[in-house]
């Protein structure tokens, strides 16, 4: 098990930046993946970047360029770098972390970006 812990939303006027944190309750060095998704009023969850322990990276076409996902084992805690926001990054975002066959969800930290 793993519980994780999200901090760094806020509000944010378009063009600006953010980073979240996502900290776990244990080592993540053995978590092959970990992740940050997110989800807007009315939509679905979806995947904005996940990186694996080897630190190979996937990226939401939507943020390619702007985000950037990082992890660090020793501090047990993974990042989200947003930029140049703008107003349809507003949601919650959730930390996602992959153990075995279970998915383990953060609270969600809010992300509100004004125009």
């Known amino acids: 098990q793993v519980q994780l812990v999200e901090s760094g939303g806020g509000l944010v006027q378009a063009g600006g930046s953010l980073r979240l944190s996502c900290a776990a309750s244990?080592?993540?060095?053995?978590?092959?993946?970990m992740g940050w998704y997110r989800q807007a009023p009315g939509k679905q969850r979806e995947l904005v970047a996940r990186?694996?322990?080897?630190?190979?990276?996937n990226y939401a076409d939507s943020v390619k360029g702007r985000f950037t996902i990082s992890r660090d084992n020793a501090k047990n805690t993974v990042y989200l770098q947003m930029n140049s926001l703008n107003p349809e990054d507003t949601a919650v975002y959730y930390c996602?972390?992959?153990?075995?066959?279970?998915?383990?969800w953060g609270q969600g930290t809010q992300v509100t970006v004004s125009s």
């Open positions: 996602n972390a992959q153990v075995l066959s279970d998915n383990y």
């Open positions: 244990r080592n993540i060095f053995s978590i092959y993946v």
């Open positions: 990186i694996t322990n080897g630190g190979r990276t």
